[in-house]
């Protein structure tokens, strides 16, 4: 299932709204470096792709706007890991 996700730069953090509940990712900014703090998703929510959209949508935000990735959230750390893909946004 495909997901639409907000961003607000204000708040540094990517959102999918859906069943009435908000799941988010939040992250920092700073010398060109996004540091990818934590993922959350509502129980009601998890298993359907949701973190995942959030998590992609991140990466895509990044290589778009040449930031390098840090993945202070074990969820996007595993992301990376399984999605090779992203491997060139880490720092070296």
Do not use: W
């Not at 973190?51 to 990376?80: D, I, M």
């Amino acid at each position: 299932m495909k997901y639409s996700v907000g961003h607000s730069q204000k708040e540094s953090r990517f959102e999918v709204e859906c069943s009435g509940k908000t799941a988010f990712l939040e992250y920092v900014i700073a010398e060109g470096v996004m540091d990818i703090l934590h993922t959350i998703v509502p129980p009601e929510l998890e298993g359907k792709g949701i973190g995942t959209a959030l998590v992609k949508q991140a990466l895509e935000y990044a290589r778009e706007n040449h930031l390098n990735v840090v993945p202070s959230c074990a969820f996007v750390e595993t992301y990376l890991i399984r999605h090779k893909e992203y491997q060139d946004l880490l720092l070296p």
